[in-house]
């Protein structure tokens, strides 16, 4: 099944511009619009524990022939983590061997049915030397909710883009504030999400993230063309 996915990376900087890791987004072979509407579909239906294990097999094969010592954010649904956490965990150890750094992100669409389950999985993902991040963390949504980050202790928060534009048009940043405080009493990096011009890059970095993503930073993109991460300069809680 692998086969009908071709990810495309995207990169993932600090302040500086130079890159801590790549964000391997899923994509269709020969299309690079988001799959997202049919995400959301397989994540009702179970088929997304197919689709994410798919692509991790399918990311592992272009790691592991391109780019050793890449750091590496990868998707998982808390469906598949949910109904297929075991399979995932085991085509993980597929990849880490060839990443300096592997960075689970739990996406948001699918709700928190089985919390025991989460948390092996978590510790799973943690034994297997992979960081571990709470993607399009916002207001409203148990991402976003201080006690729940401080329950999981992610690694990393992501910052809803959508979230971070309307902080900016509406200089409301109270919200935001509270999240990234949520994140520092974890020592969890703060990445933003969606960076799509130089003033919302700059008004991100104002707020206090640590890393930023998004067209403005660099367009998703197929992994020979992308340069070779820099150094240790990073932000330390992501790990090595």
């Known amino acids: ?30 299309h690079d619009a988001s799959p997202a509407p049919f ?12 689709a994410d294990r798919a692509m ?16 590496l954010a990868v998707n998982v649904s808390i469906a598949t983590v949910e109904e297929g956490g075991t399979a995932y965990l085991e085509a993980l150890k597929m990849l880490t061997p060839h990443t300096r750094r592997v960075i689970v992100e739990l ?9 025991p ?12 030397g992979c960081s571990i991040a709470l993607d399009d963390c916002r207001p409203g949504h148990l991402y976003g909710d201080p006690a729940f980050i401080a329950q999981i202790k ?5 910052l809803d883009g959508e979230f971070l534009h309307h902080c900016y048009s509406t200089r409301e940043i109270a919200p935001a504030v509270e ?29 206090g993230v640590n ?4 067209h403005a930073i660099g367009r998703p993109a197929p992994l020979p063309g992308i340069a070779k991460p820099a150094a240790d300069t990073m932000p330390a809680p992501l790990g090595n």
Do not use: N
């Open 1 to 30: 099944m692998q086969g009908l996915f071709e990810p495309l990376f995207q990169p993932i900087v600090d302040a500086t511009g130079a890159v801590y890791a790549y964000e391997a987004l899923m994509r269709f072979h020969g």
């Open 39 to 50: 995400v959301l579909r397989w994540e009702k239906t179970g088929f997304i524990k197919h």
């Open 56 to 71: 991790l097999k399918r990311i592992a094969e272009i790691v592991g022939t391109a780019r050793p010592a890449l750091r």
């Open 107 to 115: 996406t948001e669409t699918s709700p928190i049915q089985d919390m």
């Open 117 to 128: 389950a989460l948390m092996r999985f978590i510790g799973h993902c943690r034994e297997l």
């Open 154 to 158: 992610p690694q990393a928060i992501k």
């Open 179 to 207: 999240l990234l405080a949520a994140a520092r009493s974890v020592s969890a990096t703060v990445i933003a999400e969606c960076v799509d011009s130089p003033a919302i890059r700059d008004f991100a970095f104002w707020l």
């Open 211 to 214: 890393l930023a993503q998004g």
